[in-house]
Nanobody, 126 residues
Framework: QVKLQESGGGYVQAGASLRLSCVSS????????VAWFRQAPGREREFVGG????????RYSDSLKGRFTIVRDDAKNTMYLQMTALEPEDTGVYFC???????????????????WGPGTQLTVSP
């Protein structure tokens, strides 16, 4: 089983920028489609953004209005989520997820991902 570990969450004020990291334990990370999801208190887990293993452009939730950017560094088995212009509505637990190596996935579908990190908390104050 692939282990994923998120880091970089914290408490910030609205308007700030922050970068989350997700490190994978497997060298096959480069063959996996990966994504970020988030869950706010009292709400369902929602898709933030993701990137497939075959080099296609990242895909993002339309609600983010272009504020977030995903970068993957396969040499480091790491994925990043660069967040700008943070809003209180961005508060939640952020999870990274990875699919089976080489699998065809729908990035927005959490059920297509087999491995999940424990999550990192982000709190954005007004």
């Amino acid at each position: 089983q692939v282990k994923l570990q998120e880091s970089g969450g914290g408490y910030v004020q609205a308007g700030a920028s922050l970068r989350l990291s997700c490190v994978s334990s497997t060298w096959t990370f480069r063959l996996k489609s990966v994504a970020w999801f988030r869950q706010a208190p009292g709400r369902e887990r929602e898709f933030v953004g993701g990137i497939t293993w075959d080099g296609a452009s990242p895909r993002y939730s339309d609600s983010l209005k272009g504020r977030f950017t995903i970068v993957r560094d396969d040499a480091k088995n790491t994925m990043y989520l660069q967040m700008t212009a943070l809003e209180p509505e961005d508060t939640g637990v952020y999870f990274c997820a990875a699919a089976r190596s080489g699998a065809k996935v729908e990035l927005t579908n959490a059920n297509d991902f087999t491995d999940w990190g424990p999550g990192t908390q982000l709190t954005v104050s007004p």
